[in-house]
């Protein structure tokens, strides 16, 4: 099975722009983890979505928001980027119960300036 | 809300000896998962190994092996025969039965001296 891919994997935007990061779990998982890594602050977790629904949520402001798609397929917003922003994120997949093992995409290096 | 912490930011093992880098969690939930991920240097972050709650028995993985203590909230991760490949930062996490969110430590850089 391929595994979990992120696009893209380097990405420079200003302050003030949006950016949307995208994720393809593994064949046959349904839920998508969003996690925020940064040298300070380590892995923060920032939601989970479930078949289309978002199930779990971090504490992170509004500006960061994500979608499902149909095919498992997602999809995270930015909105009015900060340096802060500035992190690697990554996603994960799963199946939803059993061991909740979480496989990592390699991640998006995402850089405000 | 459950926290983990990992209180070796860093430490060194000499190739072929053994390490144990340290986790403590704290909840208040009786049934979770423990995981330990190693995530090299510009590489993807992997499973290494996981322990259910409530088993009684330790997880092994060939080489890794865990000390898992549950009254003491205490889940250490022992790598014997550490190998050059064994650095990189290794991160404790914690999962609840009921939920698919994970909570992870700071995490541990591990060098590996040959």
């Known amino acids: 099975k391929a595994g979990v891919t992120q696009t893209p994997r380097y990405l420079i935007k200003t302050r003030g722009q949006q950016v949307t990061l995208s994720c393809s779990p593994i064949?046959?998982?349904?839920?998508v983890s969003w996690y925020q890594q940064t040298p300070g602050q380590g892995l923060q977790f920032l939601f989970e979505?479930?078949?289309?629904?978002?199930?779990n949520k971090g504490n992170f402001p509004g500006r960061f928001s994500g979608r499902q798609f149909s095919n498992s397929r997602s999809e995270m917003n930015v909105s009015t980027l900060e340096l802060g922003d500035s992190a690697l994120y990554l996603c994960?997949?799963?199946?939803?119960?059993?061991?909740?093992?979480?496989?990592f995409g390699p991640g998006t290096r995402l850089t405000v300036t | 809300a459950q926290t983990v912490t990992q209180s070796q930011p860093e430490m060194s093992v000499q190739e072929a000896e053994t390490v144990t880098l340290s986790c403590t969690y704290d909840?208040?939930?009786?049934?979770?998962?423990l995981f330990w991920y190693k995530q090299p240097p510009s590489r993807q972050m992997i499973l290494v190994i996981r322990?259910?709650?409530?088993?009684?028995q330790n997880a092994t993985e060939n080489r890794f092996s865990v000390n898992f203590q549950k009254a003491a909230k205490s889940f250490s991760l022992k790598i014997s025969d550490s190998q050059l490949g064994d650095a990189a930062m290794y991160f404790c996490?914690?999962?609840?039965?009921?939920?698919?969110?994970?909570?992870f430590g700071s995490g541990t850089k591990l060098n590996v001296k040959p």
């Open positions: 994960a997949s799963s199946l939803a119960g059993g061991l909740g093992e979480q496989y």
């Open positions: 322990q259910e709650a409530y088993k009684q």
């Open positions: 996490a914690y999962r609840s039965a009921g939920f698919n969110k994970f909570y």
């Open positions: 909840t208040s939930e009786s049934d979770y998962y």
């Open positions: 064949s046959g998982h349904r839920s």
């Open positions: 979505y479930f078949s289309e629904t978002q199930r």
